[in-house]
Nanobody
Framework: VQLQAYGGGLVQTGGSLRLSCLISGNIFRISLFDWYHQAPGKQRSLVAS???????SYQDSVKGRFTISRDNAKNTLYLQMNSLKPEDTGVYYCSAYQAGEGNYWGQGTLVTVSS
């Protein structure tokens, strides 16, 4: 399974970005898709998840602002980010979890929110 994240960039506070993650390979056993955020100098933390059945969950700090979704026909995972804040700055990684194999990771895409 390979993941390629893209869509990051520079945006002003209050702006929006949509991150995408193209997923290829044998994904029929993937049960969970995630977006993680790594702020400068901090550990990677889970932002949002979506199960293979479509159930979503979010970190409290992004609820109401971020939306995770999947387009199965395009094999793409998305993270729509609205009302961005400077603390949302960092590298965003997409991940896919397969029982017995663990997490597959994309290379990350940088988001910078200017104040």
């Amino acid at each position: 399974v390979q993941l390629q994240a893209y869509g990051g960039g520079l945006v002003q506070t209050g702006g929006s970005l949509r991150l995408s993650c193209l997923i290829s390979g044998n994904i029929f056993r993937i049960s969970l898709f995630d977006w993680y955020h790594q702020a400068p100098g901090k550990q990677r933390s889970l932002v949002a998840s979506i199960t293979s059945g479509g159930t979503t969950s979010y970190q409290d700090s992004v609820k109401g602002r971020f939306t995770i979704s999947r387009d199965n026909a395009k094999n793409t995972l998305y993270l729509q980010m609205n009302s961005l804040k400077p603390e949302d700055t960092g590298v965003y990684y997409c991940s896919a979890y397969q029982a017995g194999e663990g997490n597959y990771w994309g290379q990350g895409t940088l988001v910078t929110v200017s104040s």
